[in-house]
């Protein structure tokens, strides 16, 4: 395995990066915000992730994808959500359109408090824990040895 980088948005309450991080463990890869993320011919493998708002990917990661100029090179989509189900086709196929190749995607359960859900404390308080992460280490192996 080359060089991997993740590149994630996290802003609301760490979930996303809790995951990027743990991925990154296995990866050897570091995690850095897309302001920070440059030189991305120089990585074998990128993983683009962010929390789901409004069933999409926070938009911060989605211009930064769409600034980027065609390239190759491998990708992995991830993200967290508070409800089951988030659609990561669309970033996978943003990538795709960029002709990155997207190897696999993940996503867990992440503490929710958006809107309608912070009026009851939010939902899903506790995620990601200590499953969610060994399942994002377990992703990030597998990523390895393809």
């Known amino acids: 395995m080359g060089k991997a980088l993740i590149i994630c948005t996290s802003v609301s309450h760490g979930n ?3 995951v990027a991080e743990a991925m990154g463990e296995v990866l050897a890869a570091p995690v850095v915000s897309p ?3 440059d030189g991305l011919d120089d990585y074998d493998l990128i993983g683009f992730g962010s929390g789901i708002f409004l069933q999409k990917f926070h938009p911060r990661l989605r211009e930064f994808v769409a600034s980027l100029p065609r390239q190759q090179g491998r990708a992995f989509v991830f993200a967290t959500s ?3 189900s988030p ?7 943003l990538l795709e359109g960029k002709g990155f190749e997207v190897a696999d995607t993940f996503s867990c359960r992440g503490f929710d408090t ?6 009851v404390g ?10 969610d992460l060994a399942a994002a280490r ?7 040895r393809t």
């Open 16 to 18: 996303t990066r809790r």
């Open 114 to 119: 958006w809107a309608p859900f912070k009026l």
């Open 122 to 131: 939010g939902i899903r308080k506790g995620r990601p824990d200590g499953t």
């Open 138 to 144: 377990s992703f990030a192996g597998g990523l390895e």
């Open 82 to 84: 508070g409800l089951p």
């Open 87 to 93: 659609r990561l086709s669309p970033m996978a196929r």
């Open 35 to 37: 302001d920070e993320a």
